[in-house]
């Protein structure tokens, strides 16, 4: 089996779309949960399988720290050890260091940096990070890149731009091709339209299995990062994958999909899911409000998930007062879901040919004045 991308229907920017690995095949527009440390939190593998969640993101930062690349191929890779047969994105490592790690050096040839957990010294380099992904046995590896601060100068961002790229050259060819396994590249360039173009346009001409767009959700606003997917877009090519990392909530989502994007991972699904936040069709809730106390109905009636078909939202509320662990499980299980039939209802939309009708039904229903 090849690493391939299909493109079954297209809408505007918009396309529906089919990823074939390795581990089985992804339909696009698709959401990653997140398993950062080989677990989607609060959720048994089963549990993730349900909502419809086809690939799932590993963070090699955490995992190469504990229980270690070399473990988890002891362990006879992050599918096994997680029950996760599917496919498996992991990232490079880099944004993490940069947000989590202690005393980090940056250097033309990579980051050397302290654990966030006992203080032990690590080092990244492109080759370093394509190899710990390839012990975890990733599906799709992410080429090791510099996350650009926001906010940067130009010139600021031209330096980490083209650091960014000759990183990319190297973690190409340190990356061991394996059928259906792939390689995607990361478009930095901070909010500057040319940096972008020129960033898409070099990682083209080195050539990878798909692509992302780095560097955002990170402050800049959603109409900068709209703006950004319209400068760097186009400059990519139509049968490769195309990966938003790190973003966002519903709206960005749809708007992201609209200009082209068929792939996501965020915190957001999970994180609020532990928190007590539901994302539903009528907006989002804090099932901790006490107006949520007596509420015999459904957190979502149009939703399939176990929170919505066998609990009423006064139960829910109950649980997250009481501080039981049911309340984060079904929560998260909730948001993952609103998540997943987000994605095929939009990939509904595109094969249908009325995504536009789609996406304004969606926001429409967000503003419900009747929400619970
Ligand atoms: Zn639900």
């Not at 993101?57 to 002891?74: C, F, Q």
């Not at 130009?154 to 731009?161: G, L, T, Y």
């Not at 149009?302 to 499980?329: I, N, Q, S, V």
Request: charged share 20%; hydrophobic share 40%.
């Amino acid at each position: 089996m090849d690493f391939a991308f299909h493109t079954v229907a297209v809408s505007g920017a918009a396309r529906a779309g089919l990823l074939e690995t390795a581990h089985g095949p992804v339909e696009t527009p698709t959401f990653m949960p997140l398993a950062t440390t080989g677990t989607v939190k609060a959720m048994t593998a089963d549990a993730v399988r349900e909502t419809g969640a086809r690939i799932v993101l590993g963070n090699t930062y955490h995992l190469m720290l504990r229980p270690g690349a070399e473990r988890v191929a002891a362990f006879g890779g992050l599918h096994r050890l997680m029950d996760w047969p599917g496919p498996i994105l992991t990232d490079s490592g880099g944004f993490q260091v940069m947000s989590l790690a202690k005393l980090r050096t940056l250097d033309r040839d990579g980051v050397t940096f302290q654990s966030h957990l006992d203080g032990s010294t690590h080092r990244l380099t492109p080759a370093r990070s394509v190899e710990i992904q390839h012990q975890l046995d990733a599906t799709i590896s992410m080429v090791l890149d510099e996350c650009t601060p926001f906010p940067a100068t130009e010139e600021e961002a031209r330096r980490s731009m083209e650091l960014s790229l000759r990183w990319a050259a190297r973690s190409k060819e340190a990356f061991r091709q394996r059928p259906g396994y792939g390689l995607f590249g990361i478009v930095q360039g901070s909010v500057f339209p040319e940096l972008r173009a020129a960033s898409a346009e070099a990682l083209v001409g080195i050539g990878f299995d798909g692509y992302a767009v780095g560097g955002l959700a990170v402050g800049e606003g959603q109409a900068a990062m709209f703006a950004v997917l319209d400068a760097t877009v186009p400059g990519l090519p139509g049968g490769a994958p195309r990966y938003l990392m790190g973003v966002g909530t519903p709206d960005d989502l749809i708007g992201a999909v609209q200009r082209g994007i068929d792939m996501f991972d965020c915190v957001i699904p999970t994180r609020a899911g532990r928190t007590a936040r539901a994302y539903t069709s009528r907006g989002v809730f804090n099932l901790r409000n006490a107006r949520f106390a007596d509420d015999v109905g459904p957190l979502d009636p149009t939703c399939r998930c176990p929170a919505c078909t066998r609990h009423c939202c006064g139960y829910l509320h109950h649980l997250f007062k009481a501080g039981e662990m049911l309340g984060p499980m079904l929560l998260t299980w909730h948001n993952l879901t609103y998540y997943h039939d987000l994605m095929q209802g939009l990939r509904a939309a595109i094969v249908a040919g009325r995504l536009d009708e789609h996406a304004a039904a969606l926001r429409a229903g967000w503003k419900t004045e009747d929400a619970p």
